[in-house]
């Protein structure tokens, strides 16, 4: 690869400057802040912080509300993940075998990555609605059957079968690139071998899509930390009864809605630790290990 | 019994049509080759017997039965890949027992037959390691085990010495014609490489743009090649072809520069007729001139070590010609050439086709 060098070093820096500037505003200049605030607290009649140490974080460890949290958090993440894989695994298989219309999924199945998350939860909004849309059916037949508005699990099958359906695109690219990736000779000696299609998926394909199980894994967790706050808050505002708080809806609810600058704070560094350290292991882990050769 | 007939099989892709009108019968436990230049439909055609490709016209018969709609594990081939096409992420072992763990074979049989196989070609030692950790050459011995075990009724090879060294390929040549031997299934190997075919095989089955040009023993395509193409693909270096018209006597063919050259009885082409000549360069000999010899115009001569290849040149068309002697002619020398009369072969100047073939090449040699 060729590089360029520049002789004066204040092209370099002005070259640099507006991504700098970017990454500053947007993510030093509030992480920092976060901080800040996470371990101050305000004083009730104005006159600046307060430095507090980890008070800030001792309160959310303690506070019910906020494992619950937790708990959603993980139930949704897992669930999420687990269900947007198998999804996108089993299509991209289809294509991947060439299954009638195949090029019509192809297409298709990229298109819900491209929609922003506020977009795909209005979409389940409607498709949800106990009232007006097509669950609407359902309580017809069953009245009373279908109220992601009043019945807590249920709002949290919302939300993830909207977070699913959302990143089935991704992993689907993904497994799909991985599956033709695997030489037709060797599905071909298996099948010489006797191997049925299901005994050489299990053999052969899954075995070899291994490492990116274990990167779409880890980047399908991470996503469904972060990039969950857009549907949560079109679809269910958090409820019914904090049922659907995830963390990250939880950071913006208690911040913007309770005025708890210091308890959002803390939460989102708790979050940004969190999301920091699954980066990690992607790192060290992933990108490294499970290879063959 | 593994007897393999192919009868008017085609092969079209889409629209395009890459093969037609194959037919073919191979005999049980013989070794037949399929040799022709890259992409003539060679692995196609194997492809088609394994049961990787449909097979869009005619019909496939192994051991009598017709297995057109069966699936691959249904017909009893096994297969070595080109490229080998071993498990990456299973072990030697684990590669070479797949079928019978497929099978359903009990463990301890199945390792037991595993280390007997791995132990006849040479694998003992690596049985543990992956794919990835072998030489080229042992991987080619780890997609011959995997083939073996199966004690298959028909062996099929696409091309599994290209990637190997020369050495190599001569030492695995032979060991694949031992395992043939040994376990006498049926072989069909496909290779572009005429040495490859004429050593390896029973009967070559020389293949052209999608069809079969001859079918023969390895000596009989060398001595009686079916048409210009097969002359030209098979014996190397080249043989030579000499366009001429033949006499009203038919008796002889006069070369476009004037000289005659005669033609044994048992060729019977029109008076007239236009014809190409071809003479092998092994069966030419340098002479004086005159006396019935041929005068060419020599051009250079390269060195082969065990010989020498003279580069002459016959009005414009290019005569090579092989020979233990070393001479020193000079550029532009006229040099007498001479060749038994049997050594002639005759090929009509239109189709190609071998003049005193007696027999349609293909059709012969396919039983009802
Ligand atoms: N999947 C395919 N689609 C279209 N054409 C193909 C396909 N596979 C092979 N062909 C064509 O069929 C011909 C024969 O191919 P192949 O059997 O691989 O040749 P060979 O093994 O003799 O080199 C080639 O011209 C190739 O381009
Ligand atoms: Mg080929």
Same mark, same amino acid.
């Given at each position: 690869?060729?590089?360029?060098?520049?002789?004066?070093?204040?092209?370099?820096?002005?070259?640099?400057?507006?991504?700098?500037?970017?990454?500053?505003?947007?993510?030093?200049?509030? !992480?920092?802040?976060?901080?800040?605030?996470?371990?101050?607290?305000?004083?009730?009649?104005?006159?600046?912080?307060?430095?507090?140490?980890?008070?800030?974080?001792?309160?959310?460890?303690?506070?019910?509300?906020?494992?619950?949290?937790?708990?959603?958090?993980?139930?949704?993440?897992?669930?999420?993940?687990?269900?947007?894989?198998?999804?996108?695994?089993?299509?991209?298989?289809?294509?991947?075998?060439?299954?009638?219309?195949?090029?019509?999924?192809?297409?298709?199945?990229? =298109?819900?990555?491209?929609?922003?998350?506020?977009?795909?939860?209005?979409?389940?909004?409607?498709?949800?609605?106990?009232?007006?849309?097509?669950? !609407?059916?359902?309580?017809?037949?069953?009245?009373?059957?279908?109220?992601?508005?009043?019945?807590?699990?249920?709002?949290?099958?919302?939300?993830?079968?909207?977070?699913? =359906?959302?990143?089935?695109?991704?992993?689907?690219?993904?497994?799909?690139?991985?599956?033709?990736?695997?030489?037709?000779?060797?599905?071909?000696?298996?099948?010489?071998?006797?191997?049925?299609?299901?005994?050489?998926?299990?053999?052969?394909?899954?075995?070899?899509?291994?490492?990116?199980?274990?990167?779409?894994?880890?980047?399908?967790?991470?996503?469904?930390?972060?990039?969950?706050?857009?549907?949560?808050?079109?679809?269910?505002?958090?409820?019914?009864?904090?049922?659907?708080?995830?963390?990250?809806?939880?950071?913006?609810?208690?911040?913007?809605?309770?005025?708890?600058?210091?308890?959002?704070?803390?939460?989102?560094?708790?979050?940004?630790?969190?999301?920091?350290?699954?980066?990690?292991?992607?790192?060290?882990?992933?990108?490294?290990?499970?290879?063959?050769? | 019994?593994?007897?393999?007939?192919?009868?008017?099989?085609? &092969?079209?892709?889409?629209?395009?049509?890459?093969?037609?009108?194959?037919?073919?019968?191979?005999?049980?436990?013989?070794?037949?080759?399929?040799?022709?230049?890259?992409?003539?439909?060679?692995?196609?055609?194997?492809?088609?017997?394994?049961?990787?490709?449909?097979?869009?016209?005619?019909?496939?018969?192994?051991?009598?039965?017709?297995?057109?709609?069966?699936?691959?594990?249904?017909?009893?081939?096994?297969?070595?890949?080109?490229?080998?096409?071993?498990?990456?992420?299973?072990?030697?072992?684990?590669?070479?027992?797949?079928?019978? &763990?497929?099978?359903?074979?009990?463990?301890?049989?199945?390792?037991?037959?595993?280390?007997?196989?791995?132990?006849?070609?040479?694998?003992?030692?690596?049985?543990?390691?992956?794919?990835?950790?072998?030489?080229?050459?042992?991987?080619?011995?780890?997609?011959?085990?995997?083939?073996?075990?199966?004690?298959?009724?028909?062996?099929?090879?696409?091309?599994?010495?290209?990637?190997?060294?020369?050495?190599?390929?001569?030492?695995?040549?032979?060991?694949?014609?031992?395992?043939?031997?040994?376990?006498?299934?049926?072989?069909?190997?496909?290779?572009?490489?005429?040495?490859?075919?004429?050593?390896?095989?029973?009967?070559?089955?020389?293949?052209? &743009?999608?069809?079969?040009?001859?079918?023969?023993?390895?000596?009989?395509?060398?001595?009686?090649?079916?048409?210009?193409?097969?002359?030209?693909?098979?014996?190397?270096?080249?043989?030579?072809?000499?366009?001429?018209?033949?006499?009203?006597?038919?008796?002889?063919?006069?070369?476009?520069?004037?000289?005659?050259?005669?033609?044994?009885?048992?060729? &019977?082409?029109?008076?007239?007729?236009?014809?190409?000549?071809?003479?092998?360069?092994?069966?030419?000999?340098?002479?004086?001139?005159?006396?019935?010899?041929?005068?060419?115009?020599?051009?250079?001569?390269?060195?082969?070590?065990?010989?020498?290849?003279?580069?002459?040149?016959?009005?414009?068309?290019?005569?090579?010609?092989?020979?233990?002697?070393?001479?020193?002619?000079?550029?532009?020398?006229?040099?007498?050439?001479?060749?038994?009369?049997?050594?002639?072969?005759?090929?009509?100047?239109?189709?190609?086709?071998?003049?005193?073939?007696?027999?349609?090449?293909?059709?012969?040699?396919?039983?009802?």
């Amino acid at each position: 690869m060729r590089r360029a060098y520049f002789k004066t070093s204040w092209i370099a820096a002005l070259l640099l400057a507006p991504q700098l500037l970017i990454i500053f505003v947007f993510f030093y200049w509030p !992480s920092a802040q976060a901080v800040y605030w996470a371990f101050t607290l305000e004083q009730p009649w104005g006159g600046g912080n307060t430095w507090v140490g980890f008070d800030n974080f001792r309160n959310i460890l303690s506070d019910p509300y906020y494992w619950s949290s937790v708990r959603v958090s993980l139930i949704y993440a897992v669930a999420a993940t687990a269900l947007a894989m198998g999804m996108s695994l089993i299509l991209a298989m289809f294509v991947d075998r060439q299954l009638a219309g195949y090029k019509a999924y192809r297409v298709a199945l990229i =298109w819900p990555y491209a929609i922003a998350a506020p977009a795909v939860g209005l979409a389940f909004r409607f498709i949800f609605n106990p009232n007006a849309g097509i669950f !609407s059916y359902v309580n017809t037949v069953i009245p009373g059957l279908w109220d992601p508005t009043q019945i807590g699990w249920q709002a949290v099958v919302t939300i993830i079968l909207a977070g699913a =359906w959302k990143h089935v695109a991704y992993s689907f690219i993904f497994f799909l690139a991985a599956l033709q990736s695997i030489p037709r000779s060797l599905t071909e000696a298996a099948a010489m071998d006797g191997a049925r299609p299901l005994r050489r998926m299990v053999d052969l394909q899954l075995p070899l899509l291994t490492p990116t199980v274990f990167f779409l894994f880890v980047i399908n967790i991470t996503d469904s930390f972060t990039d969950s706050f857009g549907i949560v808050d079109t679809l269910t505002g958090g409820g019914p009864f904090r049922a659907t708080d995830l963390m990250v809806y939880k950071i913006y609810s208690d911040g913007f809605r309770g005025f708890d600058y210091s308890g959002a704070a803390a939460q989102s560094i708790i979050l940004m630790v969190l999301v920091m350290a699954l980066t990690f292991v992607q790192f060290r882990y992933v990108e490294r290990r499970v290879h063959y050769t | 019994m593994a007897e393999i007939a192919i009868r008017n099989a085609g &092969k079209t892709y889409g629209k395009t049509r890459i093969m037609q009108d194959v037919s073919l019968v191979i005999n049980n436990g013989e070794f037949v080759v399929i040799l022709g230049p890259s992409g003539c439909g060679k692995s196609t055609l194997l492809r088609m017997i394994a049961g990787l490709e449909d097979i869009t016209d005619g019909e496939i018969a192994i051991g009598g039965q017709v297995v057109n709609r069966l699936e691959p594990r249904e017909r009893g081939c096994a297969m070595v890949f080109q490229n080998y096409a071993l498990y990456p992420h299973m072990t030697v072992a684990e590669n070479i027992g797949y079928a019978l &763990k497929v099978a359903g074979m009990p463990k301890a049989d199945r390792l037991a037959k595993v280390a007997a196989t791995a132990q006849s070609v040479g694998l003992t030692e690596f049985l543990d390691r992956k794919p990835g950790q072998l030489s080229g050459g042992q991987r080619q011995r780890v997609a011959m085990a995997r083939a073996i075990i199966r004690e298959p009724k028909v062996f099929l090879f696409d091309e599994p010495l290209s990637n190997l060294d020369a050495k190599l390929r001569v030492q695995m040549r032979h060991e694949i014609r031992r395992i043939h031997n040994q376990i006498s299934a049926t072989s069909v190997f496909v290779t572009h490489d005429q040495h490859e075919g004429m050593t390896l095989a029973d009967r070559l089955v020389v293949m052209n &743009k999608g069809t079969i040009e001859q079918i023969g023993t390895p000596e009989e395509v060398y001595d009686r090649p079916a048409s210009v193409y097969v002359a030209g693909f098979i014996g190397s270096p080249a043989m030579n072809f000499l366009p001429g018209r033949v006499t009203d006597s038919r008796s002889a063919v006069v070369l476009d520069d004037g000289q005659t050259i005669p033609l044994v009885s048992a060729i &019977k082409p029109a008076a007239g007729q236009m014809v190409q000549i071809g003479l092998r360069p092994e069966k030419l000999t340098l002479a004086p001139l005159g006396g019935g010899a041929l005068a060419a115009r020599f051009e250079f001569a390269e060195e082969l070590g065990s010989g020498r290849l003279y580069h002459l040149k016959i009005e414009d068309v290019p005569v090579s010609v092989m020979a233990a002697e070393k001479h020193s002619f000079v550029e532009g020398q006229t040099i007498g050439l001479r060749f038994p009369n049997d050594a002639v072969h005759v090929f009509d100047g239109a189709s190609g086709l071998r003049l005193d073939l007696h027999h349609a090449p293909a059709a012969a040699l396919v039983s009802a």
